[in-house]
């Protein structure tokens, strides 16, 4: 990336981290994904038990590949073979693991966190449950406000999304949202967080580069 790119982006990355510990959230910046695995290795215990909401980033990082090599007990959504009853399994123990990776569709420059979900599981487990929530986003997640945040959603993860999970839905043909009634709707639950009541129990790496959608 250009450096004065560079510098624009790490402004306002200092302005995020700045607001996230206002909000009672930790923020940490990473330029790269190997500097990313190293902070992982500073901030997960091993021997702790750990879990992954549904992710791009956490591929595109290796964090998933990462988690099956490192010594935890990972409850893994993404392991060959399983049913939907094992899913369903993994989803609600989840709640009550040390460590939920994740990361999110849009974080604004006050440190909020901006997700839409299909299902739920994900932005509850951030909500509620997890003893340390760890987000992880590419630059290209940042916006400016709520409504760039909305807009981030209707314009670009969602539509994404939907493409790459092979969805019927209009958005996945036009690029954007058109506010849909299908049964194969990937938005029904939206969620910001503002602020945690439990200090630091959210913890968001904003890594340097271009990640998932
Ligand atoms: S509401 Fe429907 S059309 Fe809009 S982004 Fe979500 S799935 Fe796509």
């Not at 449950?129 to 959603?153: E, H, Q």
């Amino acid at each position: 990336m250009d450096q004065n790119m560079k510098w624009l982006y790490k402004t306002k990355v200092n302005e995020i981290i700045s607001n996230l510990e206002k909000n009672n959230m930790q923020g940490f910046y990473v330029n790269n994904k190997e500097e990313l695995i190293n902070k992982l290795d500073e901030l997960v215990k091993d021997n702790s038990s750990v879990s992954v909401g549904g992710s791009v980033t956490l591929f595109e990082t290796g964090v998933i590949d990462y988690l099956k090599n490192k010594e935890v007990k990972f409850y893994n959504r993404y392991e060959e073979g399983l049913s939907k009853e094992d899913i369903k399994e993994i989803y609600r123990k989840s709640f009550s693991v040390d460590y939920y990776f994740t990361s999110t569709q849009a974080i604004t420059l006050d440190g909020e966190l901006y997700n839409v979900d299909g299902r739920g599981n994900r932005v509850a487990a951030m909500l509620y449950g997890p003893d340390n929530v760890i987000v992880i986003a590419g630059i290209n997640k940042i916006v400016d406000d709520f409504d760039s945040a909305i807009k981030r959603n209707r314009n670009i993860s969602a539509p994404v999304n939907a493409k790459r999970l092979n969805r019927k839905t209009p958005c996945a043909k036009t690029g954007y949202c058109m506010e849909c009634n299908s049964s194969d709707r990937i938005c029904n639950e939206y969620t910001l967080i503002k602020r945690q009541f439990e200090k630091d129990r959210i913890k968001v790496i904003i890594v340097g580069e271009h990640l998932g959608y």
